[in-house]
């Protein structure tokens, strides 16, 4: 076992983990090393991403919100819920800020009294709009570090790996 020096070890000593022996090889080590990889990427992007965001004076949840409704219409708020990863407290909260900016609106369901839908007013469909591009772009060089075609290949991997770990049968 190799020595490692690092928060918590005097240089020359030997990790918690190598002590105890846990050190992870093979297909466990590759997975653990693949979820750190992806999880400091995913980061990265994010930070650069939120900081287009930023600009803007807006949470990333609310541009997130905004962007889902810009780009597939008015939704339930349970499935916009769904699309934005937020709990439903939370996406009644962010909806009743854009609410009162101006630019969302609540619409009633036809089918079920309960149900209500977000939809952009004018004045937000505007505004996304007219951010939009910029966005486009950052995200675009936060992401640039992979060629288009690695870019559709890491696509495809990561779909696949969401299935699966979602118990989603390909």
Same mark, same amino acid.
């Given at each position: 076992?190799?020595?490692?020096?690092?928060?918590?070890?005097? +240089?020359? $000593?030997? =990790? #918690?983990?190598?002590?105890?022996?846990? !050190?992870?090889?093979?297909?466990? @080590?590759?997975? /653990?090393?693949?979820?750190?990889?992806?999880?400091?990427?995913?980061?990265?992007?994010?930070?650069?991403?939120?900081?287009?965001?930023? +600009?803007? $004076?807006? =949470? #990333?949840?609310?541009?997130?919100?905004? !962007?889902?409704?810009?780009?597939? @219409?008015?939704? /339930?708020?349970?499935?916009?819920?769904?699309?934005?990863?937020?709990?439903?407290?939370?996406?009644?909260?962010?909806?009743?800020?854009?609410?009162?900016?101006?630019?969302?609106?609540?619409?009633?369901?036809?089918?079920?009294?309960?149900?209500?839908?977000?939809? /952009?007013?004018?004045?937000?469909?505007?505004?996304?709009?007219?951010?939009?591009?910029?966005?486009?772009?950052?995200?675009?060089?936060?992401?640039?570090?992979?060629?288009?075609?690695?870019?559709?290949?890491?696509?495809?991997?990561?779909?696949?790996?969401?299935?699966?770990?979602?118990?989603?049968?390909?």
């Amino acid at each position: 076992m190799g020595h490692t020096s690092g928060p918590g070890t005097m +240089r020359g $000593e030997r =990790s #918690p983990a190598a002590r105890r022996g846990t !050190e992870y090889a093979g297909d466990i @080590g590759l997975a /653990l090393r693949l979820w750190t990889v992806l999880s400091r990427a995913a980061t990265a992007v994010r930070r650069q991403t939120e900081k287009d965001i930023a +600009r803007h $004076e807006i =949470s #990333p949840t609310e541009f997130a919100i905004l !962007e889902t409704l810009f780009h597939k @219409g008015p939704l /339930l708020l349970g499935e916009l819920q769904r699309k934005v990863l937020i709990s439903s407290g939370g996406i009644t909260y962010v909806v009743d800020r854009l609410e009162a900016a101006g630019l969302v609106e609540r619409r009633m369901c036809p089918n079920d009294r309960r149900a209500r839908y977000a939809a /952009l007013t004018p004045e937000g469909e505007q505004w996304v709009e007219s951010i939009f591009p910029d966005h486009a772009h950052a995200v675009h060089a936060a992401v640039s570090g992979l060629s288009p075609e690695e870019q559709r290949t890491a696509l495809a991997l990561l779909r696949k790996l969401g299935r699966h770990a979602a118990g989603e049968t390909p």
